[in-house]
């Protein structure tokens, strides 16, 4: 069920930046058209202006079916009575706990970080006991 509301979530979101996406390309394309109706801009600037707005008006309607489509299967999952239109808390933007701060607070982590480094104490010492001892003697 938590797998299909974060497809639901990410399917809005990307619905949401595919609106946005398409804002700002109409209106890039209606700057582009207006240049062109001004001869500062040749024709083709203008066409491919337009090609990008369509373009990206496709990209919207296809994420806006994938966001109903992620509705629906949400609905269905959880045997919801009303059609899921909107997801409004979000499973995407929390932080999961991490395992590893878990792990690290353990007690016997907490021994064996000591023991390793008992034993690189001892290693230490050990290579200072190694050295030789160079002492000449004439006589």
Known sequence: LALIYAEAEAAQRRATLA??????????ARAALTLVEEG???????????AEAA??????????????????R???????????????DSLLDEAPTTIGSVIEDAPTV???EAQRSAAERRIDVQR?????????SIG
């Open 128 to 136: 200072v006991q190694a050295r030789p001892d160079i002492n000449a």
């Open 74 to 88: 949400l609905t269905a999952v959880a045997m919801i009575p009303v059609p899921v239109t909107q997801i409004e």
């Open 40 to 50: 500062r801009e040749p024709l083709l600037r203008g066409i491919q202006g337009e």
């Open 19 to 28: 609106e946005e996406t398409l804002t700002l390309t109409v209106a890039d």
């Open 55 to 72: 373009s990206a008006r496709a990209t919207r309607d296809e994420a806006v079916a994938e966001r109903d489509a992620a509705y629906a």
């Open 110 to 112: 907490r021994v064996a």
